[in-house]
């Protein structure tokens, strides 16, 4: 079955950078690509951005274009989310999603962004 | 950016009832919208994908329906676990854009 496994929570200092891991398995990895989203507290849910598994293509988030990266590593079938310079505004869970129709999320990672 | 507007942003029913949660999409979208559901300190979880389709494992009760920039979920004989959070979200253009959510209480 499809499975999406994401790092643990994260706590960093204004100004820091994360990075967050999805790990997949249960399909064909370099089929599908992979959304990001983030929901701070009490709040809706964000689209970040998407990677393509085939050949890396991205599109972000304009809000975040100049602070985020995404990645992927073939050979352990795993996606990767860095967002820089972080604020105490990204603080938030944030998932990955099979992309395009999020049919399988992750469970969330929880980043905490605080002096 | 597509706006998606949900409607409402909370509704009261109960056990039994049958509800409809509507969004409205700012341009054409074709069929290309999912629907969520999210319980507390959880992850979404798909219920609907290309705007009619039913994930595998959700129940019947729960239906999705439109095309172009009018959408809805429906479901069926609210049970009460069905007492949550329900999001829409357009896959047709980036960025892809959720709706605001319907609190179902």
């Known amino acids: 079955q499809v499975q999406l496994v994401q790092s643990g929570p994260e706590v960093k200092r204004p100004g820091a950078s994360v990075t967050v891991s999805c790990k997949t398995s249960g399909y064909t990895f370099s089929n599908y690509g992979m959304s990001w989203v983030r929901q701070a507290p009490g709040q809706g849910l964000e689209w970040l951005g998407w990677?393509?598994?085939?050949?890396?293509?991205?599109d972000y988030a304009q809000s975040l274009r100049d602070r985020i990266t995404m990645t992927t590593d073939r050979s352990t079938s795993t996606v990767f989310l860095e967002l820089r310079s972080l604020r105490p505004d990204d603080t938030a869970t944030y998932y990955c999603?099979?992309?395009?129709?999020?049919?399988?999320w992750g469970q969330g990672t929880m980043v905490i962004v605080s002096s | 950016d597509i706006r998606v507007t949900q409607s409402p942003s909370s509704l009261s029913a109960s056990v039994g009832d049958r509800i409809t949660i509507t969004c409205r999409a700012s341009?054409?979208?074709?069929?290309?919208v999912a629907w969520f559901q999210q319980k507390p300190g959880t992850a979404p979880q798909a219920l609907i994908f290309?705007?009619?389709s039913l994930q595998s494992g959700v129940p019947s009760r729960f239906s999705g329906s439109g095309y172009g920039t009018e959408f809805s979920l429906t479901i069926n004989s609210l049970q009460p676990e069905d007492f949550a959070i329900y999001y829409c979200q357009q896959y047709d253009t980036y960025p892809y854009t959720f709706g605001q959510g319907t609190r179902l209480e």
């Open positions: 341009q054409g979208v074709t069929t290309y």
């Open positions: 990677i393509s598994a085939y050949d890396g293509k991205t």
């Open positions: 290309a705007a009619s």
């Open positions: 999603a099979r992309a395009h129709d999020s049919r399988f």
